[in-house]
């Protein structure tokens, strides 16, 4: 099993733009071959961080059954054309990719 932690740097104030988007696109992601969790998520204002929510930030947690599945999802038609589309929305990407220790 594959988990990944994509953190979505948008375009100040672009944040529900991109999340319009972005859930369009999740049952195209949720069909695909060895997906088992493809969810965008926010900052929580809360006491156990004590650090203010980042309000242009989003948080993507995948959990994919293999590292191929994974490599064809980046590669797949329906990720370039969400790229292409709402790329001007997205400032910076951190990707990481870890598996169960």
Same mark, same amino acid.
């Given at each position: 099993?594959?988990?990944?932690?994509? &953190?979505?740097?948008?375009?100040? +104030?672009?944040?529900?733009?991109?999340?319009?988007?972005?859930?369009? !696109?999740? =049952? !195209?992601?949720?069909?695909?071959? +060895?997906? /088992?969790?493809? /969810?965008? &998520?926010?900052?929580?204002?809360?006491? @156990?961080?004590? /650090? =203010? =929510?980042?309000?242009? /930030?989003?948080?993507?947690?995948?959990?994919?059954?293999? !590292?191929?599945?994974?490599?064809?999802? !980046?590669?797949?038609?329906?990720?370039?054309?969400?790229r292409q589309a709402n790329?001007?929305? @997205?400032k910076a990407i951190s990707?990481?990719? &870890?598996?169960?220790a």
């Amino acid at each position: 099993m594959i988990h990944v932690v994509a &953190t979505i740097d948008v375009v100040e +104030g672009k944040r529900s733009e991109f999340l319009s988007a972005f859930h369009r !696109l999740m =049952p !195209l992601v949720h069909a695909e071959q +060895g997906c /088992v969790a493809y /969810v965008p &998520t926010v900052d929580v204002s809360t006491e @156990i961080t004590k /650090v =203010p =929510p980042r309000h242009d /930030v989003v948080v993507v947690v995948e959990k994919w059954e293999s !590292l191929e599945a994974l490599k064809s999802h !980046l590669n797949a038609a329906h990720m370039a054309d969400f790229r292409q589309a709402n790329g001007q929305l @997205i400032k910076a990407i951190s990707i990481q990719v &870890t598996e169960q220790a």
